[in-house]
């Protein structure tokens, strides 16, 4: 009997942030529509693991460990040893950064295919047989991860959906954390410059309850964040406030269960518009041309100009450009959102308004 003949291997990393990840379902959906016949794997860090688990048509995450700011031999060479046993034919590094470029050469792939870059270590480039002149910056994330698969003649996809899904098993400790809530609010950000001011939530939150009662606020699980949750929380105010949703497994369960969901440009953003929950997203320094869920059921509003730097945390301008979004405005959309909304119940408020 002949040996089973193998399938070749196509490795995608995406070593960056979690929003990053998710931003780049698009991309990875068009290889595998690609390479059907073919095996298809994605390298991403440890902690972006759960955000793929449940995409059923990937052949294999592969988590890597990192220790943010320090180099993890001891755990990071054993499994480089394992990648290159796979053998993959071809390797995109669908992000383009350092730690990505240096993976692609350590992992081995016959073709690896990257972006040039002005930054990065010398010779960066070097590390990809195939270099990929990045797209400008005015075009939207997803589509410029789908643009480093262009050696590969993989077709633009028609379908520019993110997609993730929700562990089923953490559905119900998902639907206690919520209890009838049908709006969840995300009123923190990894950088304080792009959070909307406490003051604007609760203004906001307090018209919104005439359209949806059930309203939650959450936030992120950094020390900063649940500090910014608790600030809240000694308001007394009538709002909700759910505490960080921890793990990772959990907050994406969280996520599913919601009818709707508004908030800054964050992670949980990308997460929620994967998982198909309408999204109304708040974009103070950053663009929502380039970062916005795509698609007619999300919606997004951008702030004023600000000369706030892209690197820095906080915005020391007189006037930041997230603050120039009002709370009326803010309702206004979100009650056009309220009456389209799949499964979300309305108040005899909100149905007037059609």
């Known amino acids: 009997m002949a040996p089973k003949k193998m399938r070749p291997k196509l490795l995608a990393i995406l070593f960056k942030y979690l929003g990053d990840v998710v931003v780049a379902t698009p991309a990875l959906r068009a290889l ?38 320090r180099l993890n031999l001891g755990a990071s060479l054993p499994m480089i040893r394992q990648l290159r046993r796979e053998r993959f034919a071809v390797s995109v590094d669908l992000v383009g950064n350092d730690r990505g470029a240096l993976l692609s050469l350590m992992v081995g792939a016959k073709r690896r295919i990257g972006v040039i870059a002005p930054e990065g270590f010398y010779l960066r480039s070097r590390c990809y047989t195939d270099r990929v002149e990045p797209f400008d910056t005015t075009r939207h994330e997803s589509v410029r991860a789908w643009a480093v698969t262009a050696p590969l003649g993989v077709s633009f996809p028609e379908n520019m959906t993110l997609e993730i899904a929700a562990d089923p098993q953490r559905a119900s400790a998902a639907a206690e954390a919520l209890g009838d809530t049908q709006m969840l609010c995300y009123v923190t950000a990894t950088l304080p410059k792009r959070e909307w001011p406490i003051d604007y939530w609760l203004q906001f939150a307090e018209r919104a309850r005439a359209l949806t009662p059930a309203i939650v606020f959450t936030g992120g699980s950094s020390p900063r964040e649940k500090q910014v949750l608790a600030a809240i929380a000694e308001r007394k105010t009538s709002v909700a406030i759910l505490p960080a949703p921890e793990p990772l497994e959990l907050l994406l369960a969280v996520l599913a269960q919601a009818k709707l969901f508004v908030t800054g440009d964050t992670g949980p953003m990308h997460f929620a518009a994967a998982l198909g929950v309408p999204t109304l997203s708040l974009f103070g320094p950053t663009s929502a041309m380039r970062w916005a869920p795509l698609g007619t059921r999300h919606r997004w509003i951008q702030g004023g100009l600000c000369p706030c730097s892209g690197h820095a945390a906080i915005c020391i301008a007189a006037n930041p450009c997230v603050r120039q979004i009002t709370p009326d405005r803010v309702y206004d959309e979100y009650a056009r959102m309220v009456l389209e909304a799949p499964g979300l119940t309305p108040t005899a408020g909100a149905q007037r308004l059609r």
């Open 32 to 69: 595998r529509q690609a390479f059907p016949q073919w095996e298809l794997h994605v390298l991403v860090p440890e902690e972006a693991a759960p955000l793929l688990q449940g995409v059923e048509w990937l052949d294999r995450i592969w988590r890597f460990p990192r220790i943010r700011g």
